[in-house]
């Protein structure tokens, strides 16, 4: 008589319903939580590129129009002004990278690798923004810490587990 008064309150147990819910979504949790925040670090990865990006186009143009040379405006100026022209910056005044060149002609435009073989940023900084019709070419690089890495990302990483997000754009300077 015990035995089935055991067994009772087991099948009691098995069949009551109460707290699946609960129970479902703790076990779907922390999946749902990793990919929503995956999400998030990614929208905001493309969004701070799109920035720079934008912010890049926009003042380089003051080299284009020989703004910058009539200006004398430094190349910490130049950082300083594509950093604060873009939204959502973070550690853009400390880490961003700046290299302009002058380019003999358009076939002398070639793209090479910022990062070394073992993962290190390998850029040097120059800034040189020429004279009237010279071609320029403006390349940035800024250094992305991911606040949640729980995904291998398809971008440039270094060997500090950060991500390198760049931006370029090549024009000739209009006669000044």
Not at 103 to 111: C, Q, R, T, V
Not at 156 to 164: F, H, K, V
Request: hydrophobic content about 50%; charged content about 20%.
């Amino acid at each position: 008589m015990r035995r089935e008064k055991r067994f009772a309150s087991l099948r009691r147990l098995l069949g009551d319903r109460k707290g699946v819910a609960a129970i479902e979504f703790a076990i779907l949790a922390l999946p749902l939580f990793i990919m929503i925040f995956g999400i998030i670090e990614v929208s905001l990865m493309f969004f701070v590129n799109s920035a720079l990006d934008a912010s890049v186009h926009k003042i380089s143009r003051m080299i284009r129009t020989g703004e910058v040379a009539s200006s004398n405006i430094t190349l910490a100026d130049f950082k300083a002004r594509i950093c604060n022209d873009m939204l959502l910056s973070f550690s853009c005044s400390s880490d961003l990278l700046v290299k302009v060149i002058v380019l003999s002609d358009l076939s002398s435009a070639a793209s090479t690798d910022p990062i070394d073989a073992s993962g290190n940023l390998a850029v040097t900084e120059t800034y040189d923004i020429g004279k009237g019709s010279d071609y320029i070419l403006v390349q940035t690089f800024l250094p992305w810490k991911a606040v949640v890495n729980f995904f291998s990302l398809s971008s440039a990483q270094l060997s500090d587990g950060r991500y390198l997000l760049a931006s370029s754009v090549l024009f000739r300077n209009e006669p000044f």
